[in-house]
């Protein structure tokens, strides 16, 4: 069984930080991308960042210099320190990673979500 587990989420007020982690744990074989999205009310699910293994990142433009996406291979991790947060950076963020286990083939997984709330 593999998974991943968020924590960090809460409420905070708009110009403040928090930071998101999220574990893999399990029978993991690999892990390759891993990122995290994001899901307001009414909305779409939508990419907020990605890390490859070897560390190339990607952003969405509205996170652009507000947001830092890094990882740690050695313990399975990926964080996400999110700072200058806004009201509209209210949402669930999900955790996704690209990952083969000893029991089956590599596929997506997905966390639990976390909410973080942007307070005005």
């Known amino acids: 069984q593999v998974q991943l587990v968020e924590s960090g989420g809460g409420l905070v007020q708009a110009g403040g930080s928090l930071r998101l982690s999220c574990a893999a744990s399990g029978s993991i074989f690999s892990i390759n991308d891993m990122g995290w999205y994001r899901q307001a009310p009414g909305k779409q699910r939508e990419l907020v960042a990605a890390?490859?293994?070897?560390?190339?990142?990607t952003y969405a433009d509205s996170v652009k210099g507000r947001f830092t996406i890094s990882r740690d291979n050695a313990k399975n991790t990926v964080y996400l320190q999110m700072n200058n947060l806004k009201p509209e950076d209210t949402a669930v963020y999900y955790c996704n990673a690209d990952m083969a286990s000893w029991l089956s083939s590599r596929r997506d997984y997905w966390g639990q979500g976390t909410q973080v709330t942007v307070s005005s």
């Open positions: 890390i490859t293994r070897g560390g190339s990142i």
